[in-house]
């Protein structure tokens, strides 16, 4: 059911400044920031050979990454998106082992314009999972 690795997300308090030390201090290709209102963040992507970073910063003040950012005033690491053919299927599968998706279970579309899920960090030994239908 899982398949490749499609993102890794930081939330950060200052994109610019991100997406500046991995543009400038590392030689990544970083995409423009896009404002994801429905999804409360404005976003990069680092592009690197193999899977890329998002940077998220937080956008209004219902942000859902906006409590994070005040845990962790310097950013930290966010979720791991791992990609899937088929969402739904995925969801039930998971729904039916025990695991938690997280809101009203309704895929989203996220930044690339394809539906996402999140799974509930509990159920990942801590870590937020992103489900990417590819
Ligand atoms: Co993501």
Known sequence: MIGKLNHVAIAVPNLAAAAARYRDGLGASVSAP?????????VVF?????????????????SPIAKFIAKNPEGGMHHLCFEVDDILAARDTLIASGARVIGDRAPRIGAHGKPVLFL?????????VELEQA
């Not at 193999?50 to 937080?58: H, T």
């Not at 509930?120 to 937020?128: E, I, N, Q, R, V």
């Open 120 to 128: 509930h960090p509990k159920d990942f030994s801590g870590a937020l």
């Open 46 to 62: 680092v592009e690197l050979p193999n899977v890329k970073i998002e940077l998220m910063e937080p956008l209004g003040a219902d």
């Open 34 to 42: 896009m404002a994801l209102p429905a999804h409360g963040v404005t």
